[in-house]
Every structure is written in C-alpha cells, then in structure tokens.
C-alpha cells in the first residue's frame, strides 16, 4: 500500500525552526509534484509549498523566505525547513501528492511565544 510518511514535528519557541520529511516509494515520488499542507485548529486546511518533479517551487506568501522545500531524488523525500518560526504557524503539517491522491497522517507543529 502506497504511503507518505511524515516526520519531524514538534514544539518549538518563536524564532527556532524545524524540519519536517516525508518518504514515500519511487513511482509516486518520480511522477508527482509534492506538497506540503497545514491546518491550524478551527481553520480551512492551506497549501504551504509545492514541490515540482523538476524541483520549481512555489511557497505560500505567508510563508515566503522563511520556509523552504526540497526534495532529495535518491531517499524519495521531500523536506520542509522552516526557519524564523511564528506562532501563528503553529498547526497540524500533512504531505499531499495528486496522483493519486495521498495525505500523509500529519505531523504536529507548535510554536511557542
């Protein structure tokens, strides 16, 4: 069964940061661009970052030259460093492919002020 697999969470104060990762197999890592959701309580989930099969990349604004996503072909995974952390982004992190459609279980990020 096809995964995504999601590490990396955690509290952290404002200002820190974290890195998040999610492994998944070959076929859906080589096909589709990868991206990173998060859904904070008693808000709509939101797109964080996206991720190309041929590495372009695009960031919410919110969270633009703070946050960055790579993705490391040999380890099928895909990173998200978060730097310069708010506690306004403190939520739940989900990895997402279309093709097929897959969410990863989430990861749980807080910050503190």
């Known amino acids: 069964q096809v995964q995504l697999v999601e590490s990396g969470g955690g509290l952290v104060q404002a200002g820190g940061s974290l890195r998040l990762s999610c492994a998944t197999s070959r076929i859906i890592f080589r096909i589709n661009a990868m991206n990173w959701y998060r859904q904070a309580p008693g808000k709509q989930r939101e797109l964080v970052a996206t991720?190309?099969?041929?590495?372009?990349?695009n960031y919410a604004d919110s969270v633009k030259g703070r946050f960055t996503i790579s993705r490391d072909n040999a380890k099928n995974t895909v990173y998200l460093q978060m730097n310069s952390l708010k506690p306004e982004d403190t939520a739940v992190y989900y990895c997402n492919v279309e093709s097929p459609p897959l969410w990863g279980q989430g990861t749980q990020v807080t910050v503190s002020p």
């Open positions: 991720i190309t099969s041929g590495g372009s990349t």
